[in-house]
């Protein structure tokens, strides 16, 4: 799985949770609750459904870093790269 395929499933999972969002709108760099205005158990389903769509596991420690769309692309495409080796 590239970024490219991360990245389109990261945006179908938001959608789900913030359906009148336009994601193609928002910045990569910028902080998904406040640019999708969702709240703790919102970026909680998300981690979720991630989690569930890829089958990483996502320590809760490590869910800073999925904040924003760049760096979730680039903590799950690690996740993933690692898993392969």
């Known amino acids: 799985m590239n970024e490219a395929d ?15 969002a336009n994601l193609r709108e928002i910045d990569s760099d910028a902080d998904l609750r406040e ?8 970026f909680l389903n ?9 089958g990483i596991d996502i320590p809760e420690l490590d869910y800073p870093k999925l904040v924003t769309l760049a760096g979730a692309v680039r903590y799950l495409s690690t ?6 080796s």
């Open 6 to 20: 991360i990245h389109a499933v990261l945006q179908e999972e938001l959608s789900n949770i913030a359906p009148e």
């Open 79 to 84: 996740k993933l790269a690692a898993g392969k």
């Open 35 to 42: 640019a999708l205005d969702i709240d703790s158990m919102d």
């Open 46 to 54: 998300f981690v979720i459904a991630v989690h569930h769509r890829l």
